[in-house]
């Protein structure tokens, strides 16, 4: 042997068993791992690199994995690999013990994912409705209902991808498989969407509408629901999670914002012969086209760095049966035993009713109401912005003083009433088109609108997340894929509703098809404007059933103290299933 040289380490056979046994468990605490009895086969597992590029391979009771804090390479939760496939191996339970902190770059790539559909939502439910019937000409009546159809098919398919995705098992996770399949199918529909094909008459034009409208809105399902269950699986923190979905809120005001400026400052600005751009037909192929290419970009780059955190998220148990009609009734059925879930359910229903008929007259209104032209609208993104920043700078401060129900309540209270009070004002004569300053009046409340839906719209979705925990610690198996997918049926037959409503009303009223802004009769806009401010009636009732929630920071708390312990037992009884299982 050299000088300075280590001595030759003794080969595991030439080892007693006692000191061989030592040497595994204190290599087996290092990993949070339980020790393996000697002869024990070995096991192999994979240290998930997270957000760091590639990952390593370690045998336990062989090698030290990377070592937390030290530059490539971090603490991570390892994912094992039997029976040919690959499950987490969370400390409690939950997928989330040993993962990387969330940085900000993770969070506005989960939100970039909102980017895409604030787009689609925005661009469908401000411009379908004029689109088909202002420019192609058909009864508004007839248009209200064709979209209605599609959103109820699309609220029967949202919680089979919420259960679906919930039972899914594959080395991608429960989330990202449904999450990439959805890219292309749903740029494609949002172009042809607005670009049915020519010589159509007006029963085919509303078939197509009708098709290409429920085919676009499944494959936002595809994407949409996967990736919010994922934002509530990133953390089981009571304030993290709220900082998380205040990400994505924003994130939903940038595709908002995006929607409005390019197409009332750009697409849609005025022309020669059309001081409403929106109105000429050769304007809409180069929209639908633009959007579908940022649709394409947002979902894609959302999914691709998302997926880092796949090692630290829960995954489906290997016991748990596979996805099923009969599995699907009996998640619908354990979601709709809690009551905090049905409270905050009746809540959406006539929140989306007031959402769906203002989402039809919005743009009437700001057109033939108040007389404004699609540059001036545009300008309302500096209201927005506003309201948004203001909103998710506030909402976690409001979390920590506050509790959820409280501050969703009054946030939804605010946003009812905020958007309605200068059409009511208008009604009354106080304000007109020929008011001095109207644009500024006009975009002052449209802060009332968007800080108080910021606000409200990360409180909803973090009080799902804590719900999630509720079900998980009475059921054994996490939900948030079927949670966030009954909140939207019941929220998209209400807005399909709503939407036949702000149809219905337009006939009602006795709006002019192919409408030329100033020459509207005055009592039919007096009509608009009264729609558009009884619409508030639902929203406030809503807001009365937020305030009954019962999610609170103590019941979280007791919730997460509860589910580790359960999980504890779990994996005291079974070390090595009870440590896979979620």
Not at 83 to 102: C, E, N, Q, Y
Not at 525 to 541: D, K, N, R
């Amino acid at each position: 042997m050299g000088v300075g040289r280590r001595p030759r380490r003794l080969p595991r056979a030439a080892l007693p068993a006692a000191r061989l046994q030592r040497r595994r468990a204190r290599r087996g605490a290092v990993r949070g791992l339980p020790p393996r009895p000697v002869g024990a086969p070995q096991r192999r597992v994979f240290a998930g690199g997270g957000e760091l590029r590639g990952q390593r391979r370690q045998v336990v009771g062989l090698r030290r994995g990377p070592r937390p804090g030290r530059r490539g390479g971090r603490a991570a939760g390892p994912v094992a690999a039997t029976g040919g496939g690959m499950t987490s191996l969370p400390a409690h339970g939950a997928g989330k013990t040993g993962a990387p902190p969330l940085r900000a770059p993770m969070k506005m790539a989960f939100g970039l994912g909102s980017t895409a559909e604030a787009i689609v939502y925005t661009t469908t439910s401000s411009f379908l409705l004029l689109y088909y019937n202002q420019v192609l000409g058909l009864p508004a009546d007839k248009v209200g209902l064709a979209l209605s159809l599609g959103l109820i098919v699309n609220a029967l398919f949202d919680p089979l991808v919420g259960s679906w995705s919930d039972r899914t098992k594959s080395r991608f996770g429960r989330r990202h498989p449904f999450m990439f399949a959805s890219i292309l199918p749903a740029s494609a529909c949002f172009y042809f969407l607005f670009n049915p094909p020519q010589g159509l008459d007006q029963f085919a034009q509303l078939a197509w509408l009708v098709v290409m409208n429920v085919t676009l809105l499944q494959c936002m399902t595809l994407f949409h629901t996967p990736h919010l269950a994922l934002g509530a699986e990133m953390s089981d923190d009571y304030l993290e999670r709220s900082s998380i979905m205040s990400y994505n809120t924003f994130f939903l005001w940038i595709g908002d914002t995006l929607g409005w400026v390019l197409c009332f400052a750009w697409f849609f600005r005025a022309g020669p012969g059309f001081p409403n751009g929106a109105l000429d037909p050769q304007r809409w192929p180069v929209f639908a086209a633009t959007f579908a290419g940022m649709i394409i970009a947002c979902l894609f780059i959302s999914s691709m760095i998302t997926r880092r955190r796949i090692p630290y998220l829960a995954q489906a148990k290997p016991e748990q049966p596979r996805f099923g009609l009969a599995e699907w009734m009996r998640d619908m059925g354990r979601a709709l035993t809690n009551r905090n879930y049905v409270v905050l359910l009746i809540g959406f229903f006539f929140l989306s009713l007031m959402n769906g008929v203002r989402g039809g007259l919005w743009l009437y209104g700001a057109t033939f109401f108040w007389g404004l032209k699609n540059d001036q609208i545009a300008f309302f993104a500096v209201g927005s912005l506003a309201g948004y920043v203001f909103g998710s700078a506030a909402v976690t401060a409001l979390h920590r003083r506050f509790e959820k129900r409280w501050t969703g309540a009054a946030a939804l209270a605010v946003y009812s009433v905020g958007p309605a009070i200068p059409l009511a004002l208008g009604y009354y004569g106080v304000l007109g088109p020929d008011t001095p300053g109207l644009l500024f009046i006009l975009i002052a409340f449209s802060t009332l609108q968007h800080a108080p839906y910021s606000i409200m719209t990360t409180t909803i979705y973090s009080a799902l997340a804590d719900i999630a925990d509720e079900n998980e610690l009475k059921y054994g198996i996490r939900q948030e894929g079927i949670l966030y997918s009954t909140r939207t049926l019941f929220a998209r037959v209400d807005q399909a509703l709503g939407t036949a409503l702000a149809g219905f009303v337009l006939a009602l009223i006795a709006f002019p098809v192919k409408a030329v802004p100033g020459e509207v009769p005055q009592p039919v806009l007096m009509a608009l404007a009264a729609a558009f401010v009884l619409s508030t009636v639902p929203g406030l009732i809503a807001a009365v059933f937020y305030a009954m929630l019962r999610v609170t920071k103590g019941t979280h708390d007791a919730t997460k103290a509860a589910l580790a312990l359960k999980h504890k037992a779990e994996r005291d009884a079974n070390p090595i299933d009870g440590a896979k299982a979620i």
